[in-house]
T-cell receptor, first 118, second 113 residues
Framework: EAGVAQSPRYKIIEKRQSVAFWCNPISGHATLYWYQQILGQGPKLLIQFQNNGVVDDSQLPKDRFSAERLKGVDSTLKIQPAKLEDSAVYLCASSPVGFGTSASYEQYFGPGTRLTVT | AQSVAQPEDQVNVAEGNPLTVKCTYSVSGNPYLFWYVQYPNRGLQFLLK??????LVKGSYGFEAEFNKSQTSFHLKKPSALFSDSALYFCAVRDYGNNRLAFGKGNQVVVIP
């Protein structure tokens, strides 16, 4: 079974520039998550999708971050404009079942995209 | 909101010795508890989970964890550490109500050969 794919693996941009990350979850997984992991901290959920709908984006800085999952499969996370404090690893994860029943299911993580904002 | 505390930044253990990584949690309802491991430049890998039932949970790579409701703890253990166990370990808790997974800050485990 193929794992969660993410690209690019590394990205360096200057502040105020924009950047986009792509994620392809495990085939058949209904739920997709984007996390931000700042150095020395645990991952923090940014947004959770159930198929192509958003079920939790309460921790997403909506003035600069946006995400979509148009066809309920792959997803894109965008930052525009980037700030220095956005330097982090952005992790995508997926789980097999839907919201409301997925609490007991582990999440499968991709390798992440390491973003450096200079 | 649920939360997790991993009190130690780093755990050093000699190869072959028992390994324990501590985790305490706070949730409003019944907890779903998870341990993940992260190797350098890799994503998080699932180790084990507690949902219900037996308080001792066995997982991947010889790891196990003990759920203690009275102490709100879910410590990760391995009877004999290997050098390859050197990695970053994260405890996480999910509240059934809001379905969000909250991670601790992580523990760096260093196994000394």
């Amino acid at each position: 079974e193929a794992g969660v794919a993410q690209s690019p693996r590394y990205k360096i941009i200057e502040k105020r520039q924009s950047v986009a990350f792509w994620c392809n979850p495990i085939s058949g997984h209904a739920t997709l998550y984007w996390y931000q992991q700042i150095l020395g901290q645990g991952p923090k959920l940014l947004i959770q999708f159930q198929n192509n709908g958003v079920v939790d984006d309460s921790q997403l800085p909506k003035d600069r971050f946006s995400a979509e999952r148009l066809k309920g499969v792959d997803s894109t996370l965008k930052i525009q404009p980037a700030k220095l404090e956005d330097s982090a690893v952005y992790l995508c994860a997926s789980s097999p079942v839907g919201f409301g029943t997925s609490a007991s299911y582990e999440q499968y993580f991709g390798p992440g995209t390491r973003l450096t904002v200079t | 909101a649920q939360s997790v505390a991993q009190p130690e930044d780093q755990v050093n253990v000699a190869e072959g010795n028992p390994l324990t990584v501590k985790c305490t949690y706070s949730v409003s309802g019944n907890p779903y508890l998870f341990w993940y491991v992260q190797y350098p430049n890799r994503g998080l890998q699932f180790l084990l989970k507690y949902i219900t039932g037996d308080n001792l949970v066995k997982g991947s790579y010889g790891f196990e964890a003990e759920f203690n409701k009275s102490q709100t703890s879910f410590h990760l253990k391995k009877p004999s550490a290997l050098f390859s166990d050197s990695a970053l370990y994260f405890c996480a808790v999910r509240d059934y109500g809001n379905n969000r997974l909250a991670f601790g800050k992580g523990n760096q485990v260093v196994v000394i050969p």
